[in-house]
């Protein structure tokens, strides 16, 4: 079965950088998003990559978070600057195409403080 494979995730600092991916076959035809969730926390989003081109970055991230598409590398970026340890989650690539949609298993980020 086809799905999104997340990987990057690590243990970082508080204030550190880190950049997850997400690589997904024929990335470019799909709408792809980042979302996280925290333990007892509902699953967050994060960002999106439209197929246009076009990016958008939720408020709650933004000016801190950046999301990028590499089509030629079936590659989505999530590049988070300034970690807080609140960013702490599993951080979860959605792949969709029209109405069907894959989610990947998650890799885990952790924010020391």
């Known amino acids: 079965q086809v799905r999104p494979v997340e990987s990057g995730g690590d243990l970082v600092q508080a204030g550190g950088s880190l950049r997850v991916s997400c690589l997904m076959s024929?990335?470019?035809?799909?709408?792809v998003d980042w979302w996280r969730q925290a333990p007892g926390k509902e699953r967050e989003l994060l960002a999106t990559?439209?197929?246009?081109?076009?990016?958008m970055v939720q408020e709650s991230v933004k000016g801190r978070f950046t999301i990028s598409r590499e089509n030629g590398k079936n590659r989505v970026d999530l590049q988070m600057n300034d970690l807080k340890p609140e960013d702490a989650a599993v951080y979860y690539c959605?792949?969709?195409?029209?109405?069907?949609?894959?989610w990947g298993q998650g890799t885990q980020v952790a924010v020391s403080s």
């Open positions: 959605k792949c969709q195409e029209g109405w069907t949609v894959y």
């Open positions: 024929e990335m470019a035809k799909y709408t």
């Open positions: 990559a439209f197929i246009d081109g076009r990016t």
